[in-house]
């Protein structure tokens, strides 16, 4: 089975701050794993993926992530905020084998100027 | 347009009545999704197709059926719709599993049952 926990689901940054965004991962096979991006009245976009070819996954608009098997984490961080970042940002795991996504219950980025 | 579309992007219903949403996907993805976004539930997946014809159940079918006729179409029904399923609706495509697995979304449909 997967599931994906994100701790905290407001973060608040000032601009030009570092985000870094929590996620951690239950998976009883090598899992996948993801991070999409909600603008507020939109459909989810993806981030960045995970899929064991390097533990570091630089992904759109300055994202990345770093899977750590020993934490089984995959938290997103990027260096400088910007007010284009606000957001709600969700990670998800799939199986290796499948193509059911399970996402956490999402965390919301704001930006303060 | 090429990619994913939903409608309507907003429905107001009442209770007992019956409620279709539509997903339309021009790629010729394998597997759709449908899924409800709630307050502090994230995302939950409702129902999933792996091809025309065949469906299958995901955590939350309660209430919902769906079909999958056509490849590029998925629609969602609400036979009896209830205000616990009040809820922005997303569905999903997708063409492979494993490594090259990407779920593309569309952008959503907002239900309110009153």
């Known amino acids: 089975a997967q599931s994906v926990t994100q701790l905290g689901s407001h973060v608040s940054v000032s601009e030009g701050a570092l985000v870094l965004l929590r996620c951690n991962y239950s998976?009883?096979?090598?899992?996948?794993l993801f991070w999409y991006v909600q603008y507020p009245n939109q459909g989810l976009q993806l981030l960045l993926k995970?899929?064991?070819?390097?533990?570091l996954v630089k992904g759109i608009n300055g994202f990345e992530a770093e899977f750590k098997k020993s934490e089984t984490s995959f938290h997103l961080t990027k260096p400088s905020a910007h007010m284009s970042d606000a957001a709600e940002y969700f990670c998800a795991v799939s199986a290796n084998t499948g193509n059911q996504f399970y996402f956490g219950t999402g965390t919301s980025l704001t930006v303060i100027p | 347009d090429a990619g994913i579309t939903q409608s309507p992007r907003y429905k107001i219903t009442e209770t007992g009545r019956q409620v279709t949403l539509m997903c339309h996907q021009t790629?010729?993805?394998?597997?759709m999704f449908w899924y409800r976004q709630d307050l502090g539930h994230g995302l939950r997946l409702i129902y999933y197709?792996?091809?025309?014809?065949?469906?299958d159940k995901g955590e939350v079918p309660d209430g919902y059926v769906v079909s999958r006729s056509k490849t590029e179409n998925f629609p969602l029904t609400l036979e009896s719709a209830t205000r616990s399923q009040t809820s922005v609706y997303f569905c999903?495509?997708?063409?492979?599993?494993?490594?090259?697995?990407?779920?593309?979304f569309g952008a959503g449909t907002r239900l309110s049952v009153l």
């Open positions: 999903a495509s997708s063409d492979y599993i494993g490594v090259k697995n990407i779920q593309y």
């Open positions: 197709s792996a091809a025309a014809d065949i469906t």
């Open positions: 998976s009883s096979v090598p899992p996948y």
């Open positions: 790629w010729s993805h394998s597997y």
């Open positions: 995970y899929t064991s070819a390097a533990t």
